[in-house]
Each structure stands twice: as C-alpha cells, then as structure tokens.
C-alpha cells in the first residue's frame, strides 16, 4: 500500500493498514521518542501512546503537508507530555563556567557518527535534552517552548546554551 492508501485505510479502521502503517514509521518514531527520553521502556511507551493518537486523529490530517511531519508532531507532543507529567524539566544541573564556551576541534565533530552524537545527546539532562531537541532539531522557538514546556522564554534559551555547552564539552573529551 502508499503512503494514501495506508492513510485511508487507517481512517476506516483496518487493521491491516494500522499494522503496515505502523510497521513503515515505527523506527523513526522510536527515534524521535528516544531524543526525548534515555530509557528505552520509557520511550516504547511513548511509542505506543503515539501510535495510539495517530490512529485516533488520523481524521484531522488534512493531506497538506508531510503526513511524516505530521506523525512526528505527534510523537514530540507525547514525549512532552510526558516530561511535563514527570516534572523532570525542572530539574537543574549546576555547570561550571556556564558562560565560556568550549569549541570543539572541528575535526573532532568531522569524526563523530550519528549514532555517537544521539548517544551525547541521550546523556544530557532530560530538562536540557527537551529544549535542545526542540530548539536545535525540531525547529521550535523560544517563544514556541516557553509555551509548550510551561517555562519562561529565558529559562528556555538558557537551558539550550547550557545543552549545547554540555555536549561541546563532551565532544572535545572524547577527541
């Protein structure tokens, strides 16, 4: 089935096409789940919960735009959810030296797999991995997750300087 057909026959409850539909975009979700969240049971969850929701309002997806973007769209607001309900954007981690910033040899960056570079990301604090996978990945603005995150524009902007700052400094170490 493409991409329409599997659409259509979510919007009339066959299985079949949840199944397929599922089978097409669950590695990416589980991807865009796992920025999100280190646990990998966690994430699953949110997986599912996700999918959950696109088959309940697949109906509301007009046919404008990227049916994918639309999904992962989705996909983050579950994660934040989630993050939201486990206060864990509150939490705080006290840098050293917040204001310098370390650059990292460009080389060193070169050299990094994508796999090596969500393993850093992975390992960041779940307040400063939202706003970062927000801001540097999912194109929100400040603006956009102050709103989302039910934090201030500032607290947002900081927790993505000091994000950036933590894998900066991580990169350089590894090379």
Not at 47 to 55: C, I, W
Not at 103 to 121: C, G, R, T
Not at 150 to 169: C, F, G, M, P
Request: aromatic content about 10%.
């Amino acid at each position: 089935m493409n991409e329409k057909q599997l659409i259509e026959g979510c919007r009339e409850g066959k299985r079949l096409a949840q199944k397929e539909l599922y089978e097409t975009y669950s590695r990416r979700m589980m991807g865009v789940c796992l920025r999100y969240v280190s646990d990998r049971e966690t994430a699953r969850d949110i997986l599912q919960d996700g999918f959950v929701k696109v088959f309940m309002s697949i109906d509301t997806f007009s046919g404008v735009g990227s049916f994918e973007g639309w999904m992962r769209k989705i996909f983050v607001n579950c994660a934040l959810e989630y993050l939201r309900k486990s206060d864990v954007l509150r939490e705080s981690t006290d840098l050293d030296n917040t204001a310098e910033l370390v650059h990292p040899d460009s080389n060193a960056i070169s050299e990094l797999s994508a796999a090596e570079l969500m393993k850093l990301v992975q390992e960041l604090p779940s307040g400063f991995r939202a706003v970062f996978n927000m801001f540097a990945i999912e194109g929100y603005s400040h603006k956009e997750i102050s709103e989302l995150l039910n934090i201030t524009e500032s607290t947002s902007r900081s927790q993505y300087t000091r994000a950036k700052q933590l894998l900066q400094r991580k990169i350089s170490s590894l090379y």
